[in-house]
C-alpha cells in the first residue's frame, strides 16, 4: 500500500481509451477524438501487429512496432474489434489492424532521456506498485541499492522489464519514441514532486543495437574549446591574459603528444556597428579550432584582436551575438568534447533590443547549444564600473550557462575583475578539458566519472575547485554522449512500463524531458496565433481593454460563436478557442493560456514587457524549428510529408 505522504494529483495525459463507437469517418478524413472538432484518433503498433486488406483478416503483413497511424473506420470481425487505418490524415489508407494489438495515442507526447551521467539509469517496471514502493519508501536506497546490485550481477531482476542504455542516446541524432500513455504526478516522501509515467518503448530502427564498447573507445575522444570575448573598451588585459593561458595549454598539448585531440578557437564580439561605426564588428571569428594547427598558428590568428578604441551606445554589449556565431558559425560535429568560455565585463542587449544582432535571449541561445551538445561557461567580471549592471548581467548569464544535461550552472564571477583570478580559472578550465581528453586517450576508466554528494556541494569551494567539478561531470556526459553515438545505442525495446520522470534517489533530477510533436501545420498555425496574441498584447499595454478586444474579434474570425464570445466576460485565452486543442490537456502549467482580462489589467508595465519578450522568444523558436529541415520526423512509412512531427521541448510551448 502507498503510504499517506505520496499526495497525488491526477494529470490528463495520453492513451484513454476511446468511449462510444463509430464506424466511419467521411472517406477523406479520420475518425475524431471524442469531444475534440480537430483532433484525429491514433493508434501505436505494438510488436508483431499485421495489417490485413480487410476487418478480419488475420493473414496480413507484420507491421514496424510503434507506427503511428490514424484511424478511419471500425468494425468487428471474428469476435473482435478492428480499425481501418492510414499513415496520414490525408485521406491515404493502408489496411485493417486488430485493435487488441494497439494502442490509443490521444496525444503526440514522447519523452527523451536527459544524459544519465550525473544519476542513475533509469528503469523501466513492469507494474506501478513497483515505483510507488520506492518512492513512498523513508530510506528508497534501501530498495533500489539491493535492486540495482542484482540486475548488475545477474542481468535480470523481477519485476523490471528494462534499463536505460548506459551510454546516451541523443534525441537530435537519433530519434526514437518514448510515447506516453497515461499518467500522474505525486509527491514523494522526500518533498519532490514525480510524474509517475505509463510509457512505451522502442527504437526508431528495427535492427539489434549494438553491443557498448568498453572505454577504450575513448581513444578517439577530441575536445574544441571556443573562447568568446568582449572586445569593447577595458577588456585589453583580460584578452591577453586569455591568449597566454592559451599559449600554456598548448605547450603541455605538444609534451602529451594530443596536438589532434584538443583545438582551442576565438570569437570576438562587440556591440551594433551600425549604430557606432568605430566598433568596426559586431562578432568576428579570428579562429576556428578546426583550423588551428597549434599554439603558434593560435597566437598568430588572435595577434591582431585588440579592444575597442570607441565605447558602445549602451552599457551592455552584443554577447548574444558572439555565442550565436560559435553555435552557429563553428563545426562542432568532429568533437566529443565541445565547450565555449564566454568572457565578458557587461551584460548581453537582450533580444527585444533594437540594437540586438540575433533577437535572440539567454533562455534560446542555451537551448540551441544544448541541441549541439555545447557547454557554455561563463567568466563575468565584475569590475567596479559596472556595479550598476552586475546583477542583471548575472541573471542574464546564468540562464546562458545553465548545462541542462547535468543540471550544473557554469556561470562563475570574478570579483572587481581581478585579473589574478581570472587567470587561475581560465588555466584550471583549459587545464582540466585538456586532462580529460588525455584520460580518455590513454583508455583511463575512471574519466570524467566522478559523482559528487550532496556533502561534497555543500562544502565551500573555490572558484577553481568548482570548475574541476563541474568539468568532471560534463566531462563524463559529453563522453556517455560520445560513446552513444560511435556505439549507435537505442532506446530499450520495451512495450508498455512504468517510470519515474525523476531520479529514484537523487529526486531532483529529471529522467526525461517531454517534447510535443508538432505537424507542420500545428507549428504553422501556432507561430499564426502567437503573432496574433503578441500583436493584441502591444495594444494592450497601450490601451489595456484593447488585448481581449482583439483576441476576440482573432477568435471570431476563426469561427467561435460570437454570442458566446460576448458572454465570456473575463474568459481566459484558453476559453476563447484561439489556440488549438492539442494545448488543452498538455501536463504542465501554461502562462498564455490562463491569463484572463482582469489579471492582464493588474499587471504593471514590467509585468506586461515580461510577458511580451517571453512570448516573443517562443515565436522564434518556431521559426527556428520549421527551417531546421534535418529533424523534421516522418512517424509511419508513406505518410504525407504535411504529416511529419517536430520534438518542440514543452517548455517551448505557450
Known amino acids: 500500500m502507498i503510504t499517506s505522504h505520496i499526495r497525488r494529483m491526477a494529470i490528463p495525459l495520453c492513451g484513454l481509451l476511446l468511449s462510444g463507437h463509430v464506424f466511419a469517418a467521411d472517406s477523406d478524413k479520420p475518425l475524431l477524438q471524442e469531444g475534440k472538432k480537430t483532433l484525429f484518433q491514433r493508434v501505436l503498433t505494438t510488436p508483431g501487429c499485421k495489417l490485413g486488406k480487410t476487418a478480419g483478416d488475420a493473414k496480413g503483413q507484420i507491421q514496424p512496432a510503434f507506427s503511428s497511424l490514424y484511424v478511419y473506420q471500425k468494425a468487428d470481425a471474428n469476435g473482435e474489434g478492428w480499425v481501418k487505418v492510414g499513415p496520414d490524415s490525408y485521406g491515404k489508407t493502408i489496411g485493417w489492424l486488430p485493435k487488441s494489438c494497439t494502442v490509443d495515442w490521444k496525444m503526440q507526447l514522447t519523452l527523451a532521456f536527459t544524459n544519465p551521467a550525473n544519476r542513475d539509469r533509469l528503469l523501466f517496471f513492469k507494474e506501478r506498485k513497483s515505483l510507488d514502493d520506492i518512492l513512498s519508501a523513508a530510506d528508497p536506497v534501501s530498495l533500489v541499492a539491493p ?20 551510454y546516451f542516446v541523443d534525441l537530435q541524432k537519433q530519434f526514437y519514441l518514448l510515447p506516453i500513455l497515461s499518467g500522474e504526478e505525486v509527491m514523494t516522501e522526500d518533498g519532490f514532486y514525480t510524474r509517475l509515467l505509463n510509457v512505451a518503448s522502442v527504437s526508431k530502427a528495427d535492427a539489434a543495437t549494438k553491443s557498448e564498447g568498453d572505454v577504450n573507445q575513448l581513444k578517439g575522444f577530441n575536445a574544441s574549446v571556443v573562447f568568446v570575448i568582449d572586445s569593447t573598451i577595458s577588456m585589453g588585459p583580460y584578452i591577453e591574459r586569455t591568449k597566454e593561458a592559451v599559449n600554456k595549454i598548448y605547450g603541455k598539448i605538444k609534451q602529451e603528444h594530443l596536438e589532434g585531440q584538443v583545438k582551442f578557437g576565438l570569437i570576438s564580439y562587440r556591440s551594433n556597428n551600425k549604430a557606432v561605426p568605430g566598433l568596426e564588428y559586431r562578432s568576428k571569428i579570428y579562429a576556428d579550432p578546426n583550423q588551428v594547427k597549434n599554439g603558434e598558428d593560435f597566437l598568430k590568428k588572435v595577434a591582431d584582436l585588440k579592444e575597442a578604441k570607441v565605447s558602445s551606445s549602451l552599457y551592455d554589449e552584443d554577447a548574444y551575438a558572439g555565442v550565436q556565431s560559435a553555435i552557429d558559425d563553428i563545426d562542432w560535429s568532429p568533437f566529443g568534447a565541445r565547450y565555449m568560455v564566454l568572457i565578458t565585463d557587461a551584460g548581453a542587449i537582450e533580444g527585444s533590443n533594437k540594437l540586438s544582432g540575433t533577437g535572440l535571449d539567454a533562455r534560446q541561445l542555451r537551448l540551441e547549444a544544448g541541441n549541439r551538445g555545447i557547454a557554455i561557461y561563463t567568466l563575468h567580471l565584475k569590475t567596479p564600473s559596472g556595479k550598476d549592471d552586475h546583477a542583471k548581467a548575472e541573471g542574464q548569464y546564468r540562464d546562458l550557462s ?22 587561475k580559472q581560465v588555466d584550471t578550465l583549459a587545464s582540466a578539458i585538456t586532462d580529460q581528453v588525455k584520460s580518455a586517450y590513454m583508455g583511463d576508466p575512471s574519466v570524467g566519472s566522478a559523482l559528487y554528494s550532496k556533502d561534497d556541494a555543500a562544502k565551500k569551494q573555490t572558484p ?9 561531470l560534463i566531462g563524463h556526459a559529453m563522453q556517455l554522449a560520445y560513446l552513444g553515438k560511435k556505439n549507435g545505442t537505442q532506446a530499450p525495446l520495451v512495450f508498455k512500463a512504468w517510470i519515474s520522470d525523476r531520479d529514484l534517489i537523487k529526486q531532483n533530477i529529471p529522467t526525461t524531458d517531454v517534447r510535443v510533436l508538432l505537424t507542420k501545420g500545428q507549428l504553422s498555425d501556432l507561430s499564426d496565433v502567437v503573432s496574433q496574441i503578441l500583436q493584441a498584447a502591444n495594444e494592450g499595454m497601450i490601451s489595456p481593454t484593447k488585448m481581449f478586444e482583439r483576441l476576440r474579434s482573432v477568435a471570431a474570425t476563426m469561427g467561435a460563436d460570437p454570442n458566446q464570445l460576448k458572454q465570456q466576460e473575463n474568459a ?35 509585468s506586461q514587457e515580461k510577458f511580451i519578450r517571453t512570448l516573443s522568444a517562443k515565436l522564434r523558436h518556431y521559426q527556428k524549428y520549421n527551417a531546421d529541415v534535418d529533424r523534421w520526423v516522418e512517424l509511419a512509412k508513406g505518410s504525407d510529408p504535411r504529416d511529419r512531427v517536430y520534438p518542440v521541448p514543452l517548455e517551448m510551448m505557450p
Do not use: C, M
Open 147 to 166: 535492486l540495482r546490485a542484482k540486475l548488475k550481477r545477474d542481468g535480470h531482476v523481477d519485476g523490471v522489464l528494462a534499463q536505460e542504455p548506459e
Open 402 to 423: 545553465n548545462f541542462d544535461s547535468t543540471q550544473s550552472n557554469l556561470y562563475q564571477a570574478v570579483d572587481a575583475g581581478d585579473l589574478t583570478a581570472f587567470g
Open 572 to 606: 481566459k485565452i484558453n476559453d476563447l478557442g484561439v489556440l488549438g486543442e492539442y494545448l488543452a490537456d498538455l501536463p504542465y502549467k501554461s502562462d498564455v493560456l490562463n491569463l484572463d482580462e482582469e489579471t492582464w489589467k493588474s499587471w504593471d508595465g514590467l
Open 464 to 472: 577553481e575547485e568548482k570548475l574541476l567539478q563541474d568539468t568532471a
